[in-house]
């Protein structure tokens, strides 16, 4: 199985790196913003760079729509997962297009309402995971993993 691992720098690209267990031993992609930290713990893997800023940035936005098209169809990954943020929604958007298996992990720091970037790409996800319950109650179709599961 694929996976193309698509997130901003920064605390977004720490979750999805904590989530290592899970895809470490799986062929995988990497999409995220160059940065001396991204660069640094990603040398052995293949990245593509994305643009940045991504919020309110139409520009950015186009480009990185076009990155993903590219990707995903040059790539064809078998599952896209996200912890955000508007990197994502390009990707998922399209992803799910594709017909791929497309999922987003919340941040644990949003507890009554999903991010911006969950909310645009909620129709073209496979899975929504919620790391609390209030937030589980407000969308019901997400799915509850407390952060010792993840």
Not at 90 to 103: A, C, D, Q, W, Y
Request: proline share 6%; hydrophobic share 45%.
């Amino acid at each position: 199985m694929k996976f193309l691992l698509v997130c901003s720098s920064g605390g977004h690209f720490k979750a999805l790196q904590q989530l290592h267990p899970f895809w470490e031993n799986q062929e995988r992609l990497w999409v995220t913003f160059r940065t001396a930290t991204t660069e640094a713990e990603l040398t052995e893997e293949k990245v593509f760079w994305a643009y940045s800023p991504t919020n309110r940035n139409f520009p950015n936005f186009c480009r990185n729509l076009l990155l993903a098209w590219q990707v995903i169809r040059k790539n064809r990954p078998d599952v896209i997962i996200s912890t955000g943020a508007g990197v994502a929604v390009p990707f998922l958007i399209l992803g799910k297009l594709f017909g791929k298996k497309t999922i987003f992990i919340e941040s644990i720091t949003r507890i009554n309402t999903l991010s911006l970037s969950a909310k645009l790409t909620l129709p073209f996800l496979s899975i929504l995971y919620v790391q609390w319950p209030q937030l589980q109650a407000r969308y019901p179709q997400a799915e509850l993993v407390l952060p010792q599961e993840l």
